[in-house]
């Protein structure tokens, strides 16, 4: 129905009709946040708040080396550097203590990415940007009405959030982004971002730079479909999660993550001793598994250069030894997740 709405108003793109502007406004509401802005993926959401951040030549942004390349791509689109921190062993969520020590004259920001749905330490990240004068981006692209240990929504500690709607998040509309945020001055800047440059409402007048990067209005007719189940989605993928780890959690050379409070669950991250093997193990009998998560961490990428090996050695550990992920899904039955437990102990007694 909400695409027929869509095709029967002869309107598809987000800048003349109704659709895209209704989404914000409701994603807006949904978070509690004053202003949402929509685009056209995850990785254009991010690049909206680095541009409105005002990063360019020479500035740097303090992130991680464990995520998509999508949290690192704006910024090398806008000159400047990324600095990478390294994370928490047991979580692979930032580690504040490494970002204070990355911070120097030309920091500009730093972007927090939720891994997997499970919270960064956004309170001291916090304090740390304020300190230092930097702004805070949340990567809640992961982490959809993930909450911290204090019941805190992710992505309404930051300065500007950032979400996706790409395939295999939490919702979806195919592809698409959202940003969220309280400063009035940074959503005129994203939303002036996304369209060009342009205030529409002064004529065609390109005031600063942007790109396109709007979102249509079927994708957002989706979206705001997505949006009312996106609550029960992460509903029962918690619920499932939670039988997994109460089933496996004494297996012999495995570790369930210890921050679960508020965790979204867009993944089950494990700690094993050998993620090669159990991911090997696992796929011997039907579970799919992905040792690392990543193949090399973002800086070891070809596409960016000058970072030497070992420069977040937490981080290389997680993904050359510790770490395995399992992909989740809110369809899985209370039978499927028996059968993966149990595939899991067979694979810790083998």
């Known amino acids: 129905m909400a695409v027929l709405r869509v095709l029967d108003s002869a309107v598809l793109c987000g800048a003349f009709g109704h659709e895209a502007r209704a989404l914000e406004a409701e994603m807006a509401q949904l978070y509690g946040r004053a202003e949402a802005v929509s685009c056209s993926s995850g990785t254009a959401a991010l690049h909206l708040a680095v541009a409105a951040a005002g990063v360019g030549p020479g500035d740097e942004v303090i992130t991680t080396p464990i995520s998509d390349f999508g949290t690192v791509a704006p910024v090398v689109a806008q000159?400047?550097?990324?600095?990478?921190?390294?994370?928490?062993?047991?979580?692979?969520?930032?580690?504040?203590?490494?970002?204070?020590?990355?911070?120097?004259?030309?920091?500009?920001?730093?972007?927090?990415?939720?891994?997997?749905?499970?919270?960064?330490?956004?309170?001291?990240?916090?304090?740390?940007?304020?300190?230092?004068?930097?702004?805070?981006?949340?990567?809640?692209?992961?982490?959809?009405?993930?909450?911290?240990?204090?019941?805190?929504?992710?992505?309404?500690?930051?300065?500007?959030?950032?979400?996706?709607?790409?395939?295999?998040?939490?919702?979806?509309?195919?592809?698409?982004?959202?940003?969220?945020?309280?400063?009035?001055?940074?959503?005129?800047?994203?939303?002036?971002?996304?369209?060009?440059?342009?205030?529409?409402?002064?004529?065609?007048?390109?005031?600063?730079?942007?790109?396109?990067?709007?979102?249509?209005?079927?994708?957002?007719?989706?979206?705001?479909?997505?949006?009312?189940?996106?609550?029960?989605?992460?509903?029962?993928?918690?619920?499932?999660?939670?039988?997994?780890?109460?089933?496996?959690?004494?297996?012999?050379?495995?570790?369930?993550?210890?921050?679960?409070?508020?965790?979204?669950?867009?993944?089950?991250?494990?700690?094993?001793?050998?993620?090669?093997?159990?991911?090997?193990?696992?796929?011997e009998r039907g579970v799919p598994a992905l040792p690392g998560y990543l193949e090399r961490p973002l800086y070891a990428n070809p596409a960016l250069s000058g970072y030497p090996p070992g420069l977040c050695p937490r981080a290389e550990r997680l993904i050359g030894r510790t770490l395995l992920v399992l992909p989740w899904n809110e369809g899985y039955s209370e039978d499927d997740v028996d059968r993966i437990a149990q595939a899991l102990g067979k694979v810790a007694t083998s």
């Not at 993930?146 to 019941?151: I, K, N, Q, R, V």
């Not at 989605?233 to 004494?250: D, K, T, Y």
């Open 79 to 283: 000159g400047g550097r990324v600095v990478f921190a390294d994370v928490r062993e047991d979580d692979g969520n930032l580690d504040p203590d490494a970002v204070e020590a990355a911070v120097t004259p030309r920091t500009k920001a730093v972007i927090a990415v939720h891994l997997f749905g499970g919270a960064a330490d956004t309170v001291r990240l916090r304090e740390i940007c304020d300190r230092h004068g930097l702004l805070l981006i949340e990567d809640c692209a992961q982490a959809w009405l993930g909450e911290d240990e204090a019941g805190r929504l992710l992505g309404t500690t930051g300065d500007i959030a950032c979400f996706s709607l790409q395939q295999y998040k939490h919702i979806t509309a195919g592809d698409g982004g959202l940003t969220l945020t309280d400063d009035p001055s940074l959503a005129t800047r994203m939303r002036l971002f996304m369209d060009k440059g342009w205030d529409r409402a002064e004529g065609r007048i390109h005031r600063t730079m942007g790109l396109n990067y709007r979102m249509t209005e079927l994708v957002a007719a989706v979206a705001r479909v997505q949006l009312t189940r996106v609550a029960g989605v992460v509903a029962r993928r918690r619920a499932s999660a939670r039988r997994l780890i109460e089933a496996v959690g004494g297996l012999p050379g495995v570790t369930v993550p210890q921050r679960r409070t508020g965790h979204a669950w867009w993944v089950v991250p494990l700690l094993v001793d050998d993620n090669t093997r159990w991911a090997r193990g696992l796929e």
